[in-house]
DNA sequence: ATGAAAGCGCTAACAG
DNA sequence: CTGTTAGCGCTTTCAT
């Protein structure tokens, strides 16, 4: 059995409540009794156990982190800033991915509500009407959204903006000559996100006067593109010449289809992804992207969530910018080209 | 206030020891009382508080896990893998990362160990006298490590065989005909997987009676790679035609930095990684590299962890296969290839 | 400065 | 089948 506040007591020859205080580094413990109390403490190698004092004090230290997938960088860079955030303030990190299911954020959320973590952080499928979003409201428990699109301001989030950036994209491949445009992306059912940077990307198409985008939808996990992509590329006058892809990892994979079909990135036909993840840059061609400070949006999102917390201000909303990073993916539309 | 047990007792009018059967699916409760329990329970929206529960069962349902960083794809891997098999277990993760400062590992677990964790998950620096570890196996705590080298059998690890890797990568590079070879590693205090793998890679080098490889240490966070390369490859008589990097994100970065040096992979000098990330296969050129089994080795770890927990036989150490793969970074060496 | 005792929310004998 | 009660380890008045 583990020492416990008594033994360490009764070794000192004083009571639990000097203990306590000493463990809690009270100012009104004399010297000398507190040199006892340490030595009793060193002598039974006693550690304070956190579940007597939390539910003492109904105060964890504790804070619980939902995100779909940690195979995506974005969201493991994420959880680095949250760790470094948290660590730094003397939290602890609860954590759990969904996977992209949907159906388990509630129970997530449940869980982590179970343990009494002070607030949350997560990335959830649709924050509209969402259950575990709502589970939190209704328990008054202080959480923010990470990546999700800033809905009316319903929710505390800090992201970047998805609608904007989408439209950036569609902007910068317009400009480089592109008319017949496609975007792929992982399911819209699970991404809110990949919705949003879909209606700026196809708002600015059309506004322009071209016509909607071909949209592609795809599983998150495994998405079978060397199926998918070449009935999209049989006619080649209909065939799309650049395509946006909702996140990084899924233009990687596109563009080592693309080349398995024998097209060439970016001479054949260009390619912008999502997400900015840092190996981008060290692919051949560099990937042109757009690059949200995945880092930073953890570490500002629980620096609100305990401000919150610790009933200090905080933003409700903090939109992040973003970059469009010009890589190699992306270039001129071929038939522009050729006729140089 | 949330509301407890007693609010639910008193609602239902049965007393707190009715409650928690029902809560716990005893199957000792009438139907009737159960379904007035419930109701009650629904009514107050009572989530029961697993605080009040761990500390009166010394039973927490949770798990450790501590690495040194999820910016690296091999980690978040790894605890995607412990998460899928905690979930489906019922257990919930408590996570930390160190950022490769070793100190942090012994605050880590001793944060962790004070929240009552059932068992951890861990990679440290060094297995060799680790505090943690000590702290870990002074409070009788169950653990397992992974990626860490199997030492004499001291400690519970799922890993893989690093030396042999490391020597097979030798071999491999031998058989292209290199023999001016380098290894590029993180800090070796930091990683005891590094320091294997050298091992294995030396080892295999010298014992075919070529002279012992350059080693290169570099900062695991930010090597300052234009700086530290050029000079290794100033005099072309001493230049390395092959570089084994420690991991694939070395690998990665080195490929770049070499790349801004005017040299070509792998015309002119080839690079193998480490680790298997999935990304190395979609860069061009495809990374040679030893493919660890992360995501399963997580889920091992974590079956291992909680079979040792609820007392069931378990395997102190796991040794998972590892692959070579042949990647296009790697090739034959560039004299050989002039002369054919 | 220190101790006694109540209580945090829940479980687990033990009765009945 | 259900209630009573004694803790689990710690903090925190309230006395002394």
Redesign the interface.
């Known amino acids: 059995m ?1 020492p416990t506040i008594k033994h360490v007591a009764k070794l000192a020859n004083v009571s639990v409540a000097t203990v306590s205080r000493v463990i809690n580094q009270s100012k009104k413990v004399k010297q000398a009794t507190r040199i006892k109390v340490e030595q009793a403490i060193e002598q039974l ?1 006693f ?6 004092r ?2 003492s004090t109904a105060h ?1 230290k ?1 804070l619980g ?1 939902v995100i779909p ?3 995506n ?1 974005v969201f ?2 994420a ?2 800033g949250i ?2 955030q948290a ?1 730094s303030r003397g939290y ?6 969904t ?1 992209y299911v949907a159906q388990d954020e509630l129970q997530a959320v ?7 973590v002070e607030g949350i952080i997560l990335t959830v499928a649709n924050p509209i009407d969402n259950q575990a979003l709502n589970l939190l409201i ?2 008054k428990i202080p959480y923010v959204l990470i990546y999700n699109q800033a809905s009316d301001a319903q929710h505390p989030v800090v992201t970047i903006d998805n609608i904007n950036s989408g439209g950036g994209v569609a902007q910068k491949l317009l400009d480089l000559g592109h008319i017949k445009l496609a975007m792929i992306s992982g399911n819209f059912a699970a991404s809110d996100r990949a919705r949003a940077r879909k209606q700026g990307f196809v708002d600015t198409i059309t506004s322009a006067g071209h016509p909607t985008p071909l949209i592609i939808e795809v599983d998150f996990i495994e998405p079978d593109l060397d199926e998918i992509l070449p009935p999209i590329f049989a006619d080649p006058f209909t065939a799309p010449t650049a395509l946006f892809c909702s996140n990084d ?1 899924l233009a ?2 596109v ?2 289809a693309l080349g398995r079909m024998g097209l060439n990135v970016p001479h054949d036909i260009s390619v912008i992804g999502f997400d900015g993840i ?2 981008g ?5 560099t990937l042109s992207t757009v690059i949200q400070p995945s880092h930073k949006m953890g570490l500002v999102a629980t620096q609100q969530l305990l401000d919150n917390i610790n009933g200090q201000d905080y933003h409700k909303t903090v939109i992040l910018p973003h970059i469009i990073r010009t890589g190699e993916s992306a270039g001129i539309v071929p038939s522009v080209q050729i006729n140089l």
């Open positions: 583990a190698n550690t304070p156990n956190a579940l007597g939390n539910l964890t504790s982190v997938s940690l195979s960088p493991a860079d959880v680095s760790n470094q660590k602890t990190l609860m954590f759990t991915s996977d449940t869980s982590l509500l179970a343990y009494q209704k328990n990892l990687i994979s563009i080592g840092a190996i840059a060290h692919l051949h061609p």
